[in-house]
């Protein structure tokens, strides 16, 4: 999977996901300062899936009216690297059990 992750969210949920061999790109490392209005025009562009707890993109996302490959909200208490990373593995397992496969 393509993953674009918000400064937010933090580098170390990026690597989480990095070293489960996913493609990833961490705003935090390597785009620091970036406007939200250049996060949206890269991960539209780049065909990224965003993760991010800012809530706010997700509205700048539906007004764009562009598809997308998607947008995870991460919020979750307690707000710590752990757990996001164990928030974000329960809901991809989730997710890889109700794919349905069509041939």
Wanted: hydrophobic residues 45%; proline residues 1%; positive net charge.
């Amino acid at each position: 999977m393509r993953f674009l992750v918000d400064k937010c969210v933090g580098s170390t949920v990026a690597l989480g996901l990095k070293n489960q061999n996913n493609e990833m790109f961490s705003v935090f490392d390597d785009w620091l300062g970036a406007s939200d209005f250049g996060i949206i025009e890269k991960y539209h562009s780049e065909k990224y899936i965003l993760i991010t707890s800012f809530k706010d993109f997700g509205e700048m996302v539906f007004r764009s009216q562009k598809v997308h490959s998607g947008i995870i909200l991460l919020r979750c208490e307690p707000h710590t690297f752990q757990k996001r990373i164990e928030v974000l593995k329960n809901c991809w397992a989730i997710f890889l059990k109700s794919q349905v496969i069509i041939l």
